[in-house]
């Protein structure tokens, strides 16, 4: 059975909460791989974020990001990340806002039988987005239920 709009909203503030803490805390961490397999429910719907294994210490000092080698998830990396390796916790939020589009369409981040240009969740979406009308047009018809 499909989630209904309050949980799917519940679970979107526990992950917010989640990356508000690990930003910040005095040690910025960026998780550098945010995506909705890292997720976790408990019985309530309570979230919780796990793997942190490409987690990575936040910029110091004046330093607004951390170079790094490009590693995460295709369809979850924030463009400017991809395009110069430079990591930002705004990255963190590129992909928390990727999670948010497939909570609200039911789609997944990346599907290879959309069109080319249109592969990846954000691409298709956008331009559904300018308006509240167009955006109605992709939610998920089963939280009209």
């Known amino acids: 059975e499909p989630l209904s709009w309050e949980t799917r909203m519940s679970i979107a ?8 803490f690990l930003h910040s805390s005095e040690k910025q961490v960026i998780y550098r791989d945010f995506k909705a397999a890292n997720i976790l ?12 294994g490409l ?15 490009i590693v995460g998830t295709y369809g979850y990396a924030a463009p400017e990340y ?3 390796g430079h990591l930002y916790v705004n990255s963190d939020v590129y992909g ?3 999670v948010l589009l497939e909570m609200l369409t039911g789609l997944r981040a990346v599907d290879v039988d959309r069109p080319n240009g249109q592969q990846k969740l954000v691409d298709w979406a956008k331009p559904y987005l300018s308006s509240k009308r167009r955006l109605r047009t992709i939610m998920d018809r089963r939280l009209e239920d």
Do not use: I, Q, W
Not at 13 to 20: N, S, T, W
Not at 42 to 47: F, L, R, V
Not at 55 to 69: F, Q
């Open 13 to 20: 503030l526990g992950v917010a909460k989640g990356l508000a």
């Open 55 to 69: 987690a990575k210490l936040g910029p110091s000092g004046e330093n607004s990001h951390v170079t790094t080698r």
């Open 96 to 98: 928390f806002g990727v």
């Open 41 to 52: 429910l408990d019985a309530n719907y309570n979230a919780k974020l796990s793997d942190f």
């Open 82 to 84: 991809v395009a110069t």
